[in-house]
């Protein structure tokens, strides 16, 4: 294989050239001795590159291990060894990508249309020099007529043949030297004069003024150019060497990781170490430049990855731009350097191809957003799970709701959504959801365990369904598309989402239950159709039990402060592997480390969809619900959690507890008699879990001032009579007004 080697002789990188790519192109060494063999130069700060092929190299460019490739270089070994380094693409990456090629094009347009609108905004200065050097034009150029004319270059010449003629005594020659004057010059200056002057003279007396401009420009501009000094040309400066959109090369990538402080970058670079190579010329890719670069022995790229603000600096980049990562299907120090023009955070965000149309399918990859290259990411939720965590305000809800927007639209899909902030973020959602409830409160905390207890209960009849079907339909024992599709089976992907799940984990009544409920089905419902979607904000032991960060299968990490918040969502040890959420600014909002969606973490941002965008696609996922017949629960006003269809009705089973004469009751008493009357459908109520239930019909517990057992009058939280009689009342209404509509 060959290689471009470049190392340093001393630190100081002042002394290297740095602007001009110094990627040498890979040129064939057929033997070790077409290696040329440069001596050490004590004091050059600079050892030039040297190619080689097959072979390791020193500083010196000297060949100083056995030529491995020269022992064995039949056509077949040369290809084992193509195959193993691996060969590069015949069709350059970014004309591959239509969304790589348009940004290749982009740049380069944008760089034509600034170089442009830099020479044009100059345009003046410009006109003002040629026009300064015109006198000097205009000199030079009679000086030059004058002595083509008097044919001044062959004077001596003529004079030295007149004196051989006298010399030898031919007098005839003599006078017809004399006499041979080039006349004919004289004339053709004379007429070319009289055409100019009466060329001129048209101009001014006939032509538009515009024409009298244009012959007056040509005329000065000829003579400015005759005037000009190649030294110091009109058109002076350079109009893209801003350190925007620095072009990249080997010098600057070298000089960046020499800065890393690693010894083995220090000792490859310094005099000589092997250097760092480049398997591949520094080569534009979308919207900034790659590098390949092989890094020293023993130099992993996660060593580089958690020095990537020092290997900013070192770049002279902002830390957004600058994305080192491994190349996946190499050896661990094949790094991957891409270093965008623009700072992620400020990138023109891509439109989410399903924004303005489409559907999704859960059971392949949903689009998420985009990677610091600009190349999409996607999600594969099935037969997955997904936590989400970051600092507040990183993007959390923004990630998570994309992914929901995505589900929404798979017509199959059944939604349970949950936001524990109260801020109505996935309220957008409502007309999509089966069960959907917002609130930092304990009601809305149980109406979500509620919601989880009745998937968990679902896990054991899917798991059933899967059982009884026959090996041929289900080889797997999972879920799949098909299966999903046979509405009648029930196996449709289920996907629950809890948005601030702290709130939930660390509730006091109900936490330890929803963690457990929680574990069970990220480990039990991957293969049976159900998805989990957790977003926190706090992802510490007590607001995230231990067992459902470390069954989570895709992990989604914005910007957190430190390296257990980082570890506890993206998995032990990632941030000593370099995979630090640390790194993210403020201004980072929508990216971060996403680990799990593919074989390696990968940087991603999510697509950001507004509300009204969002409101849009939601209105679509319905239409497609309502096609598909799958439009149930909270989205066609079922607005009741209860366990199961009895519960839909506990207005009326409330409003028959009440004894004649009685217009209220305490909660308690509610939930005792409730359980009572209709023990199958209340067994186990609380008043917590009364109130849950109430709640979607407007109801809220009220102080109710009643007497004890012993006749003592308290005050304590119940229901009126008559607020469950108005909340029957409105429900009918409803009801009865939605049956219109629907006629
Ligand atoms: N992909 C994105 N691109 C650009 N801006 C984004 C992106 N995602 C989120 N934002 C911006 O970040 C802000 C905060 O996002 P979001 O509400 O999702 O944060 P959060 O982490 O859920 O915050 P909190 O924990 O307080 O709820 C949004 O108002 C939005 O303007």
Same mark, same amino acid.
């Given at each position: ?17 740095? @602007? ?61 060894? $193509? ?21 290749? $094009? ?20 410009? $006109? ?63 007429? $070319? ?124 980049? #902002? ?8 190349? &996946?299907?190499? &050896? ?34 949903? #689009? ?58 996935? *309220? ?9 409830? *917002? ?67 660390? &509730? ?103 509300? #009204? ?26 607005? *009741? ?73 308290? @005050? ?28």
């Amino acid at each position: 294989m060959s290689t471009t080697t470049t190392a340093l002789g001393t630190p100081d990188p002042e002394e290297q050239d740095v @602007n001009g790519s110094n990627v040498v192109p890979i040129r064939p060494a057929t033997t070790p001795d077409a290696v040329p063999a440069n001596t050490p130069a004590t004091g050059d700060p600079y050892i030039p590159p040297t190619i080689v092929e097959g072979e390791e190299v020193t500083d010196h460019g000297v060949s100083v291990d056995p030529p491995a490739v020269a022992e064995d270089r039949s056509l077949t070994a040369r290809i084992q060894g $193509a195959v193993a380094g691996g060969q590069r693409p015949i069709i350059a990456p970014w004309l591959r990508s239509r969304d790589q090629f348009a940004a290749t $094009a982009k740049w380069a347009a944008r760089n034509a249309a600034h170089t442009t609108a830099f020479h044009a905004v100059r345009c003046p200065v410009y $006109a003002a020099k040629v026009a300064s050097r015109s006198p000097r034009g205009a000199w030079r150029l009679t000086v030059a007529t004058t002595q083509w004319v008097r044919d001044t270059e062959n004077k001596a010449l003529r004079e030295r043949a007149a004196t051989e003629a006298v010399i030898r005594g031919n007098p005839e020659l003599y006078l017809r030297i004399k006499h041979d004057k080039p006349t004919g010059r004289l004339l053709a200056v004379a007429a $070319a004069s009289v055409a100019l002057t009466a060329g001129v003279l048209v101009l001014l007396g006939y032509a538009p003024w515009w024409a009298q401009w244009l012959g007056f420009g040509t005329i000065v501009g000829l003579l400015g150019w005759l005037g000009g000094n190649p030294d110091r040309p009109v058109v002076g400066g350079r109009a893209v060497v801003t350190t925007k959109a620095q072009k990249l090369t080997s010098d600057i990538v070298v000089r960046a990781l020499a800065a890393l402080g690693v010894a083995e970058i220090n000792k490859a670079v310094g005099k000589g170490g092997s250097g760092i190579t480049f398997p591949a010329p520094i080569s534009r890719e979308g919207n900034g430049w790659r590098a390949d670069v092989d890094l020293p022995y023993g130099v992993t790229v996660s060593d580089i990855l958690s020095r990537r603000a020092a290997l900013a600096s070192g770049l002279r980049r #902002p830390l957004g731009c600058v994305w080192p990562e491994p190349a &996946h299907d190499q &050896h661990a120090g094949r790094m991957v350097l891409f270093v965008s023009d623009v700072d992620m955070s400020q990138a023109k965000p891509k439109p989410w191809p399903l924004a303005r149309t489409g559907a999704a399918d859960l059971f392949k990859a949903v #689009p998420f957003g985009t990677d610091q290259r600009g190349r999409p990411v996607g999600v594969d939720l099935m037969y997955s799970n997904m936590l989400i965590g970051a600092m507040p305000g990183a993007g959390k809800t923004f990630a998570l709701r994309v992914l929901l927007l995505a589900a929404a639209l798979d017509p199959t899909a059944e939604l349970r959504l949950f936001e524990l902030k109260g801020s109505g973020d996935l *309220s957008t959602l409502e007309p999509v959801a089966y069960h959907y409830a *917002s609130g930092p409160d304990d009601e809305t905390i149980e109406q979500t365990v509620v919601s989880l207890r009745e998937v968990y209960k679902d896990l054991e009849r899917r798991a059933k369904t899967i059982s009884k079907l026959p090996r041929a339909q289900c080889p797997e024992n999972k879920v799949t598309k098909e299966l999903a599709a046979n509405r009648k089976l029930g196996l449709f992907p289920l996907v629950v989402a809890i948005d601030e799940c702290q709130e939930l984990f660390s &509730h006091p009544e109900f936490g330890k239950e929803a963690g457990e409920l929680c574990t069970a089905i990220i480990k039990r419902g991957r293969a049976l159709g159900v998805i989990l979607l957790l977003a926190t904000q706090r992802p510490d032991k007590t607001s995230l039990p231990t067992a459902v960060s470390a069954n989570v299968g895709v992990r989604f990490c914005l910007r957190v402060m430190g390296q257990l918040e980082n570890d506890m969502i993206l998995g032990t040890s990632m941030y000593q592997n370099g995979i630090r959420a640390t790194t993210f600014t403020p201004k980072d909002k929508g990216i971060g480390y996403m680990v799990g969606a593919a074989d390696e973490p990968q940087i991603a941002r999510s697509a950001y969809i507004d509300n #009204p965008t969002a409101e849009k696609i939601v209105l679509r996922a319905r239409a497609l619900r309502e096609q598909a017949g799958t439009l149930a629960g909270h989205a066609i006003g079922d607005v *009741s959690l209860a366990e199961d269809t009895a519960r839909a009705n506990i207005l009326d089973d409330i409003a028959g507890i009440y004894a004649a004469g009685e217009d209220r009751l305490w909660s308690e008493v509610v939930a005792a008699r409730l359980a009572q009357q209709y023990p199958d459908t209340y067994q186990g109520a609380t008043p917590n879990s009364i109130a849950a239930a109430l709640k979607p019909y407007g109801i809220t517990p009220r102080q109710v001032p009643m007497r004890d057992e012993n006749g003592e009058e308290r @005050n304590r939280r119940g229901y009126r009579l008559d607020d469950i009689a108005d909340a029957i009342l409105a429900t009918r209404r409803a009801s009865t007004e939605r049956n219109h509509a629907e006629s």
